[in-house]
């Protein structure tokens, strides 16, 4: 459990260290402030967002949040395996202008830190649980448009592609692969 608050204390810190430099920033007040909700097939992670804008076309992206996961039979390692944790993530976008809004691409990569309750041969002689805590490394791709609501705010939609990569286990190995997701954010000038 302390791993754990260390953790969030360090991703937090981190988080409001952006957040700080963003609004002191006095060569480029384009910075947004949002909230995003990341599907993919075994979860969701509900991220708060800040975007910082190094120029008009391009940005650093930083999140935090929690990461829920039901890996229900999609892991090769065990028959069921759910959890959570926190984390947050650092990512670059590029944007391409058009019509009402702005195309983008962009790169990430995140930081979680789950626990994983897993579970095998339920109800059979040879049953077994356990848990296992593990740091998550995920390097992934975007892509997704930006629609502008207004001057101020904006509602954006983006497909991501990437790879889940355990680097720290704790306990019995859980699953770890190829990820794809949908993410829906808003987003509002600060």
């Not at 910075?31 to 391009?58: D, K, R, V, W």
């Not at 990512?91 to 995140?110: E, L, S, V």
Request: glycine share 10%.
């Amino acid at each position: 459990m302390k791993k754990k608050t260390n953790f969030l204390i360090i991703v937090t810190l981190l988080f409001l260290t952006c957040i700080s430099h963003a609004q002191n920033d006095n060569v480029n007040k384009n910075n947004y402030l949002g909230a995003s909700i990341q599907a993919y097939p075994a979860g969701i992670i509900p991220t708060i967002n800040l975007e910082h804008f190094t120029n008009e076309n391009s940005s650093f992206v930083y999140r935090i949040g929690a990461n829920l996961t039901d890996r229900q039979d999609f892991s090769e390692e065990n028959d069921h395996e759910e959890g959570s944790g926190f984390g947050g993530s650092v990512g670059y976008r590029k944007y391409f202008k058009f019509k009402k809004g702005d195309f983008f691409i962009g790169a990430n990569i995140d930081l979680w830190y789950l626990s994983i309750d897993w579970e095998n041969n339920l109800g059979l002689p040879t049953e077994t649980i356990g848990n296992t805590n593990i740091l998550v490394v995920q390097p992934w791709l975007e892509g997704g448009y930006f629609f502008n609501l207004n001057e101020t705010s904006r509602l954006g939609l983006a497909l991501g592609f990437g790879r889940e990569i355990n680097v720290i286990t704790d306990g019995n190995d859980v699953a770890q692969d190829f990820i794809g997701s949908i993410n829906i954010q808003y987003m509002f000038k600060i």
